[in-house]
């Protein structure tokens, strides 16, 4: 007689799914993406799809959660570490883009529909995030001029702002198995962020 398959693992096509969510919610936006579109990405009925999920925010809420709780345990170790200043802040530039190579529609998700998604009381936490996030960058940079690693007229503000804006950005742009890897775009971005790019004179 003839081994029976293994019964497929729970966890594992429940991932599956959140994957399947997390590339239409991505691509199509979380608002244009139905509960039958998921189920027909991953050939089976509607109904099917409600064994795993009660609905589809319970999937993006899951996706987000998860996905955050991994990089700002990143960003927490960074900043609880012993490393100099300016290695602090290339640590979490270099955190950043591994993540937006590493969990792109994840970033893309946070990036367009966070703002909707911040008007239900579930995802509240998602501006905690955000003023996390801004809080890590801060630091980062309040310790830089501290040190003496940053000049010390920074626009802190100013600084945070930019980062966050040049950095999160290139969810749109950025292919996974490019040309360009995450780590090579990264020490690029540090030398033009650190360094500049005028020629010396």
Do not use: C
């Not at 996706?63 to 700002?72: A, G, K, P, W, Y």
């Not at 801060?138 to 690693?149: M, P, Q, R």
């Amino acid at each position: 007689m003839s081994a029976q398959p293994e019964p497929e693992q729970p966890a594992s096509r429940r991932e599956e799914l959140l994957s399947i969510a997390a590339g239409l919610f991505a691509d199509q936006g979380f608002r244009s993406t139905t509960v039958r579109d998921i189920a027909d990405a991953a050939g089976i009925l509607s109904g099917s799809l409600y064994h795993h999920f009660d609905s589809k925010e319970s999937m993006v809420d899951e996706i987000l959660r998860t996905f955050q709780d991994e990089l700002f345990g990143q960003y927490d170790a960074i900043l609880r570490s012993d490393d100099d200043a300016r290695a602090k802040l290339e640590q979490a530039v270099e955190v950043s883009f591994a993540a937006i190579d590493q969990h792109p529609h994840e970033v893309a998700i946070f990036q367009h529909e966070a703002a909707y998604l911040g008007g239900f009381e579930r995802f509240a936490y998602l501006a905690e995030r955000n003023a996390q996030s801004r809080s890590v960058w801060i630091t980062l940079l309040e310790e830089g001029v501290e040190s003496g690693a940053l000049r010390a007229d920074l626009d802190i503000e100013l600084t945070y702002r930019f980062i966050r804006d040049t950095v999160w950005v290139a969810v749109g742009w950025y292919r996974p198995g490019g040309k360009l890897t995450h780590d090579v775009i990264a020490r690029q971005y540090l030398t033009i962020l650190l360094d500049g790019i005028a020629k010396e004179r």
